[in-house]
């Protein structure tokens, strides 16, 4: 049975702007080492590979593509 798609990328993304904070680079950069702020890395394994890792964040890659990318080295 195919899958009904009901919500749209982009509406889910306006739903959930609704509840975190966005922030540039810059200002990331100032409070990467704060004890108030939890930076969570969740870009899959082959980009945390690619592009390294965010300094103390917690790295939260996709469990498939991590599985997957595991499978073929």
Known sequence: MAQ???KSAKSL????????STMSV???KKV???EDYVFVD???IRELKREGKIPNAFSCPDR?????N???E
């Open 4 to 6: 009904q798609i009901v």
């Open 26 to 28: 810059e200002e990331a």
């Open 32 to 34: 990467l080492n704060h």
């Open 64 to 68: 498939k593509s991590t599985r997957l």
């Open 13 to 20: 993304i306006s739903e959930a702007n609704q509840f975190v």
């Open 70 to 72: 595991s499978s073929h």
């Open 42 to 44: 969740l870009r899959d």
